[in-house]
């Protein structure tokens, strides 16, 4: 393992895994591994973003399947306040539905739990670098998904061209504030925007409108 640079602050960490042994075991790998420091470990989303604010982290690492707000849920949250946080699945789960729904809510990546702890270690340091690690499964089946894709033969939703560009930013990260900014307008003309967006798509956040710009190449 490289050295780090001498007075080089470690790459703070938050960890949301409700089983207690597995969370102290990452917590455990982090603390050991040179330029990385847990900045905290929670057993919920809700716990962990009652701290996000005081919590001066780099990334997250967070399961999917977690009491209350699960992980894809909380990964959109922190997506749309957090922009330039980067997060990393790392679950049991390696369904279409879950794999496709996380990186669309914005994951920077996607572990299955069986990762080796070097391999963790490997894919933390990849996505600091601009990577986006996926565990071998998951990066085919990902492949796989997006051969399969086809967009309607007639996808109309009546979107007007500001809708589109508003969807379109949604897709590429943005968040509200951003893309007011980006747009001219105001958090509550995005907020309009948003309403007849997700009525006219027939969604109800967020994420499943990502999703289905994407699946339905809307934008």
Known sequence: MLEPAKNVMPVRIILIEDERELRDGLRAL???TRGLSCAGSFRSFEEALRSMDSVDARLVLTDIGLPGIDGIEGTSILRQNFPDLLIVVLTVHDEDDKVFRAL???A???LLKDTPPAKIIE???DVLAGGAPMSPGVARRVV???RTFRPPDHANYRL???EIRVL???VEGHHYKTAAAELGITTSTVSFHLKNIYEKLLVHSKTEAVAKALRERLV
């Open 160 to 162: 007007t061209d500001r």
């Open 104 to 106: 669309c809510a914005g």
């Open 30 to 32: 982090i603390e050991l």
């Open 144 to 146: 796989d998904l997006f």
């Open 168 to 170: 379109k930013m949604l």
């Open 108 to 110: 920077n990546g996607y």
């Open 123 to 125: 894919a933390i340091n």
